[in-house]
C-alpha cells in the first residue's frame, strides 16, 4: 500500500477538521484508495497551547524547518491563512518538491503565479479545492468536469458570512449592526470583519474561479469590489415587494476577448436558483456552451466541510503522478489579448430622500433621460420622515451602463431638493 506522509500547517478550524477525517476515516481510505496517509508533523504557533483535540505532542512542531527538512513528507498542507509566512512556506515546500493543498484563498489568490512557478520547477502539485466555496467541489468540477465548455458566466454566493447577515435581516428585519453583532456571537463573522462584509474575501476567490473557468489570469486589481456595509433592512424590505432579494454576487462574464469581474450585492429575482441560498451556504451557477446552466450548493466554510475538500485533495494528488497545472498564462501581468470591462450593464434600483415638492420628481427624471438612464418603475414609499417633508423615491431602471449612471446619479446630487441618495443597487435577473 502507498504511504504518503503529510504535514499540518496549522490546527485551528480547518486543521481540526483534516486530523479527525484523516485519523478517524484511516481504514476507509486505506481500503477505498489503497492510500495510507500519515500525518507526520503539525506546525503550529504555540506547542502549549490547549487544544480540543488529543494528539500525540510528538508531531507539533513551531519550526517550519523541521518539516521543510524532512525529506520523508511528500504533502503539505497548508491552513494557517493570511499572507505571511503563508506564501514563503508554500513556495518552499514546492521548491523541495512537496505537493501543497491549501485552503487559504488570499495567499493564492495574490501569490499563484510564484507558486505555480516553483510547482513547474520540481513537478510538485498545487492543489486548491477547499479555497473556494469551502466543501464544495468547483474547483475540480471546473478542471476535470467542464474541459468541454466555453463558460461565458459565472455567478456565485461564496461568502457565508455576508450571505447569513443579509438573510437573516431578510427574514428576521432586523438590522445589519444588530445581524453582525449576532453573526460575531455565533462565531459566524471574525471580531473584525471587513475581509468579509467589504467583499475582500469574495474577491479572493472570484480571482481563482473566474481565472480558471475563462482560462485567463484575473487579478484581485481587476475585480471591482463594494461590500454589504450599505444594505439597510428598509431596502431589503422594498426588494422583496418587487420580486426580489438581496445578495452579495461575485460575477464573472466573458465575451470574446472581454471579461468583466465584480463583487457587489445585488437585487436577484426571487425566481432565480441562487435566490433560494440561505444562511450560511454557498452556491455557484454558471454557464457553458456545451452544458448550459449548472449549479453547485452546500456548505462553504466550517471544519468538517473544509475538511472534506482539503482531504480529497490530498487523496488526488496522492494518485497523481503527473501534476497538471493552470491552462492560461499564469503571470502577474494583465493577460495581453483580454481587456476588463468596468463599464457593465446593469438594472438598478436606486433610492433617493427628497423634499416633498411640485417639480423634484421631474428633475430627477430629467437626468435620467439625459444620461441615457431609462426608468422602468418608480414608487413613492410611505415611512415615518414623511412628517419632516422628506419623502423616499424607489426607482427600478431599465439596463444602462454602470457609467451613465454614475454621472446621472453625480448630477442627481447638486438637486437641491435631493437630500440623499440612500442606496444605489444592480438588478440581476
Ligand atoms: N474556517 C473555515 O471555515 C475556512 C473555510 C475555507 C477556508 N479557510 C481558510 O483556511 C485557513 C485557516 O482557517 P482556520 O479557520 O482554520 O484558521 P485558525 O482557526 O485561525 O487556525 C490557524 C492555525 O494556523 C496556525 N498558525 C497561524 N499562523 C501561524 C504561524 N505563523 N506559524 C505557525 N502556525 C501558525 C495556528 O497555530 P496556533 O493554534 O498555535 O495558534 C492555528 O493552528 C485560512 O486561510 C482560511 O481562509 C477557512
Known amino acids: 500500500m502507498k504511504v504518503v506522509n503529510v504535514a499540518l500547517l496549522g490546527i485551528g478550524n480547518v486543521g481540526t477538521g483534516v486530523y479527525r477525517i484523516l485519523t478517524e476515516n484511516a481504514a476507509d481510505i486505506k481500503h477505498r484508495e489503497g492510500l495510507d496517509i500519515r500525518i507526520k508533523k503539525i506546525l503550529v504557533r504555540n506547542m502549549n497551547k490547549k487544544r480540543d483535540l488529543e494528539i500525540d505532542k510528538n508531531l507539533y512542531t513551531e519550526d517550519f524547518e523541521d518539516i521543510i527538512n524532512d525529506d520523508e513528507i511528500d504533502i503539505v498542507a497548508e491552513f494557517m491563512g493570511g499572507v505571511d509566512p503563508a506564501r514563503d512556506y508554500i513556495v518552499k515546500s514546492l521548491q523541495k518538491g512537496k505537493t501543497v493543498v491549501t485552503a487559504n484563498k488570499e495567499v493564492l489568490a495574490k501569490h499563484w503565479p510564484d507558486f505555480e512557478q516553483a510547482a513547474k520547477g520540481t513537478g510538485a502539485g498545487l492543489y486548491f479545492e477547499a479555497s473556494v466555496a469551502g466543501g464544495i467541489p468547483i474547483i475540480r468540477a471546473l478542471t476535470e468536469s467542464l474541459q468541454a465548455n466555453n463558460i461565458?458566466?459565472?455567478?456565485?454566493?461564496?461568502?457565508?458570512?455576508?450571505?447569513?447577515?443579509?438573510?437573516?435581516?431578510?427574514?428576521?428585519?432586523?438590522?445589519?449592526?444588530?445581524?453582525?453583532?449576532?453573526?460575531?456571537?455565533?462565531?459566524?463573522?471574525?471580531?473584525?470583519?471587513?475581509?468579509?462584509?467589504?467583499?475582500?474575501?469574495?474577491?479572493?476567490?472570484?480571482?481563482?474561479?473566474?481565472?480558471?473557468?475563462?482560462?485567463?489570469?484575473?487579478?484581485?486589481?481587476?475585480?471591482?469590489?463594494?461590500?454589504?456595509?450599505?444594505?439597510?433592512?428598509?431596502?431589503?424590505?422594498?426588494?422583496?415587494?418587487l420580486g426580489y432579494t438581496i445578495k452579495l454576487l461575485a460575477i464573472g462574464k466573458k465575451n470574446g476577448t472581454v471579461i468583466e469581474a465584480r463583487v457587489h450585492p445585488a437585487l436577484i429575482k426571487q425566481t432565480h436558483p441562487l435566490a433560494s441560498v440561505r444562511g450560511a451556504y454557498n452556491a455557484i451557477f454558471l454557464h457553458g456552451h456545451a452544458l448550459g446552466n449548472f449549479m453547485l450548493y452546500g456548505k462553504g466554510a466550517g471544519e468538517m466541510p473544509t475538511a472534506s475538500a482539503i482531504v480529497s485533495d490530498i487523496i488526488y494528488a496522492s494518485h497523481i503522478t503527473e501534476h497538471k497545472f493552470s491552462t492560461f498564462e499564469n503571470t502577474y501581468k494583465k493577460p495581453s489579448a483580454i481587456t476588463f470591462n468596468t463599464d457593465w450593464a446593469s438594472e438598478y434600483f436606486i433610492h433617493l430622500k427628497v423634499k416633498d415638492k411640485p417639480g423634484v420628481l421631474s428633475k430627477i427624471s430629467g437626468l435620467f433621460g439625459n444620461n441615457g438612464v431609462s426608468i422602468a418603475s418608480m414608487m413613492q414609499k410611505q415611512t415615518e420622515d414623511d412628517v419632516t417633508g422628506i419623502v423616499p423615491l424607489v426607482f427600478i431602471t431599465h439596463e444602462t451602463s454602470e457609467l451613465s449612471m454614475k454621472k446621472a446619479i453625480e448630477q442627481i446630487k447638486e438637486i437641491g431638493d435631493v437630500v440623499e441618495v440612500a442606496s444605489l443597487l444592480r438588478v440581476i435577473d
Open 152 to 241: 461565458d458566466s459565472i455567478m456565485g454566493i461564496i461568502n457565508g458570512t455576508t450571505n447569513y447577515i443579509l438573510t437573516e435581516m431578510s427574514e428576521k428585519d432586523a438590522s445589519y449592526d444588530d445581524v453582525l453583532k449576532e453573526a460575531q456571537r455565533q462565531g459566524l463573522a471574525e471580531p473584525d470583519p471587513a475581509n468579509d462584509v467589504e467583499g475582500y474575501d469574495a474577491a479572493y476567490k472570484l480571482s481563482i474561479l473566474a481565472s480558471l473557468a475563462f482560462h485567463s489570469r484575473v487579478h484581485v486589481e481587476n475585480i471591482f469590489v463594494e461590500g454589504i456595509t450599505k444594505i439597510n433592512a428598509q431596502d431589503i424590505t422594498w426588494a422583496k415587494e
